[in-house]
């Protein structure tokens, strides 16, 4: 993952008060979008175990949080709970 895709949302996420699905920069969009991408598919991990500890890969948990200002909250049918 390129250090311009965690410098887009590190840049959005200090304005992310301002994001909106509406409104979303389209180069935040994607970068959100490919990390996503990396994360489901195992390339990357919001957080990793390190000898005794976990430590936390702060950008991408910040596009995690960015992807919820991102887009509309959406009702999920899962049948009977």
Known sequence: MSNQVQ???ESAFEK?????P???DPDV???VE??????????LRVAEKQGNDWITNE????AVL????MNENEIIDAGVT
């Open 16 to 20: 992310r008060a301002d994001i909106t």
């Open 7 to 9: 410098d887009v949302i």
């Open 34 to 43: 490919e990390t996503l991408n990396h994360v489901d598919s195992g390339k």
């Open 66 to 69: 960015l992807s919820f200002r």
């Open 29 to 31: 969009r994607k970068a």
């Open 59 to 62: 950008w991408i948990k910040k």
């Open 22 to 24: 509406t409104n979303t």
